[in-house]
């Protein structure tokens, strides 16, 4: 009886140990509160603060990140970062400490804590930020501390767009009230830019999902139609190639263009959006020289944003992201760039032709085939990738473009499969089902494997 019962009681409170564990571990993580506000935009600066709770351990750390989703390089976003503070949920203030450039350091806190700092940002790009009183443009890495133990965690943020400058609020996250927006961890926030301007859209439907333009520049709403319908026919064109259209988030895609004279030449891919900047209006060249871009961005939803490479996942924001899938990801994009354009009528045969040839002749009569492979070109994109150096290089002889060389060797392929009645968007299809759709990383073995798949072993492994 005795030893009945204590079986019983040990039994007992063993199962109350495990429930009491599972509640632990299936407790919601806390919500990680963003906000920023623009009353000093004419000198390019931005007010942020943070709230960080469910803090457990003594010692807590927040960062600037290092690197932004779409490039490769290493960027010190932490330069632009000054007027840090910290305070506990009393506002009590916090010591701050500092180990290297990049983190902030805080002790003694009550398990909250509320960061604020001040961004200066003066570069509209794909990769920094840009906050003036035409708008802000912002890159989430370049204008956002992290905290490496709440990167699960779920996301709000607030902006405080200049209602005196009728700003309005132009991102992929998704929208929670007026000016709140969401995110369901760290990733995502940093992979989905925003632009906060007096802007101008335009939307169409396609299977249900809606693709938006949003358009920051200084020219007319007709103008801004005329683009619109190129835009249709590229996005119709990509579709075409793969077959569908990728399941977006909330249903929507959306461009975040801003071709204004601060701004800077760039395009950068996001998973539902990409950004497209430009100093050339629309009036000012912008209708032909800008649509490029519009092409290989769009090309990413597909390739590199779900058809991605395994050596990508998970990306690091502290440190450079090397991968030797660049040569495809990014060059292969490039090849259907202008063939996109080609196929939607929108540049001619004349100027197709003149483009191919250009990229031809500078991939076939490089000097640095003899030093590097496709893969190791890729391999350099830390080095090239916007990224920044004093000292003399010799890349004019050593280096050749992922984005060129990649796009030869589709030129190649598609040419070689059309002798065997084959053609490259079919292959992209099968890459697609195989690896895109589904949402597998992919390796270079895995690309080889499809191509043996879809035009048979002989032909895959010579390729390859």
């Known amino acids: 009886m005795k030893i009945t019962f204590f079986k019983t009681l040990l039994l007992s409170i063993f199962i109350a140990f495990i429930s009491c564990d599972k509640k632990e571990t299936t407790k919601e993580k806390s919500i990680v509160k963003y906000s920023i506000s623009f009353e000093n ?36 976003f932490a330069k632009n970062v000054y007027n840090v503070k910290a305070t506990n949920s009393k506002g009590d203030n916090l010591e701050i400490t500092r180990q290297d450039p990049y983190e902030w350091i805080v002790e003694k806190h009550d398990g909250t804590v509320i960061v604020s700092y001040t961004i200066f ?11 003036d009183e035409t708008h802000a443009h912002l890159n989430i890495p370049a204008t956002f501390m992290f905290a490496k133990s709440h990167v699960e965690n779920p996301i709000e943020i607030t902006f405080h767009p200049r209602k005196d400058l009728n700003w309005k609020v132009a991102t992929q996250l998704k929208k929670e009230s007026e000016n709140t927006y969401s995110a369901p961890n760290l990733d995502y926030f940093m992979d989905s830019p925003t632009e906060i301007s007096n802007h101008q859209i335009r939307s169409f439907k396609v299977d249900e999902q809606q693709i938006n333009f949003v358009l920051h520049h200084n020219g007319t709403a007709g103008e801004l139609d005329e683009y619109f319908e190129k835009v249709k026919k590229i996005v119709l064109q990509e579709k075409a190639v793969f077959g569908e259209l990728p399941e977006f988030d909330f249903n929507e895609y959306t461009f975040l263009a801003c071709y204004i004279p601060n701004a800077s030449s760039d395009g950068m891919e996001h998973r539902n959006s990409t950004i497209l900047t430009s100093t050339r209006s629309l009036t000012n060249g912008g209708m032909e020289d800008n649509i490029g871009t519009v092409s290989h961005e769009f090309f990413h939803a597909w390739n590199v944003e779900r058809i991605r490479p395994q050596s990508l996942e998970p990306f690091n924001f502290e440190e450079a992201n090397m991968s030797g899938e660049l040569w495809f990801a990014e060059g292969f994009t490039s090849y259907y760039t202008d063939l996109i354009l080609f196929r939607a009528a929108i540049i001619t045969d004349e100027e197709y032709i003149s483009g191919l040839n250009g990229t031809f002749n500078y991939v076939w009569n490089s000097p640095a085939t003899q ?20 000292d003399p290089v010799n890349r004019e002889n050593t280096f050749i473009s992922y984005y060129s060389y990649g796009s030869v060797l589709g030129l190649v392929l598609d040419l070689s499969l059309r002798k065997q009645d084959k053609n490259l968007d079919d292959f992209m299809k099968l890459v697609w089902q195989k690896y895109g759709k589904k949402e597998i990383p992919y390796t270079i073995k895995n690309l080889n494997d499809a191509l043996n798949e879809y035009a048979g072993n002989k032909f895959g492994n010579q390729i390859f």
């Open 371 to 390: 030093f590097f492979n496709p893969i190791e070109m890729s391999y350099q994109a830390p080095f090239v990738d916007a990224a920044t150096s004093v």
């Open 41 to 76: 935009a004419v000198h390019h600066e931005a007010e942020v603060n943070i709230t960080f709770a469910d803090i457990s351990a003594d010692t807590f750390t927040f960062r600037m990140p290092r690197s932004s989703p779409g490039r490769y390089a290493i960027h010190e």
């Open 121 to 131: 940002a003066n570069r509209g790009g794909g990769t920094y930020a840009q906050v």
